[in-house]
């Protein structure tokens, strides 16, 4: 009877234990690569327009004129070299829907004035990619139904990239990879 307990006990505790020399040390490689990007040099990013989690104004949507809304953020890292900005919709039916590509923004600028013009480049030196409307520049939230969240992330790079306006947010990411030294999110809410 004792020993039918033990065994029970032992079986119990088996999955607990996991099996060495399985899965090559894949585990820890990845349980590094997420310690290492949430190490990453936090940025407050606030907006004069809405607070994280809030409904985002009509004004800055396709209800109203459609204009970017205010933001600013704290100092990046001294590393910096220049800043990128995507703004997405995870909620949106056919996925995540991107509404602003902004890169080469200069490291010591601490903020984006409301009604960036919709232009590939901007007077400092930043440029536009296009967004999932295929339009340079910002497209506010018109989501189809329903409440839905959108993200303003704030990268900081070590470099500045040499994209051509009009890049896609997907390529933005790839030319940034590696090169992350700083991050920053603001979420608004918006729903017709």
């Known amino acids: 009877m004792i020993e039918a307990r033990h065994f029970i006990l032992m079986a119990m505790m088996l999955p607990l234990l996991g099996c060495p020399g399985k899965g090559s040390g894949h585990e820890n490689t990845k349980a590094e690569a997420t310690m290492s990007e949430d190490s990453t040099y936090r940025i407050v990013v606030t ?38 900005i995507i703004a997405d919709d995870p909620d949106a039916p ?35 990619g296009k967004n999932d409307f295929r ?8 989501p189809p139904g329903g409440t839905h969240r959108y993200y303003f992330k704030l990268y900081a790079l070590d470099t500045m990239l040499a994209l051509r306006p009009g890049c896609s947010s997907s390529e933005l ?20």
């Open 47 to 84: 907006s004069g327009a809405f607070k994280e989690g809030e409904m985002i104004p009509s004004k800055f949507t396709c209800d109203g004129p459609d204009i970017s809304p205010p933001l600013s953020w704290a100092a990046p890292p001294e590393l910096t070299k220049s800043l990128a």
């Open 135 to 142: 339009k340079y520049g910002y497209g506010g939230p018109c």
């Open 94 to 128: 056919m996925g995540t829907w991107v509404h602003w590509v902004i890169f080469n923004i200069p490291a010591n600028k601490r903020g984006l004035e409301e009604s960036v013009p919709p232009s590939d480049s901007l007077p400092d030196g930043s440029r536009q």
């Open 173 to 192: 990411l790839k030319a940034m990879d590696g090169h992350i030294v700083g991050r920053g999110v603001l979420m608004g809410k918006y729903s017709h």
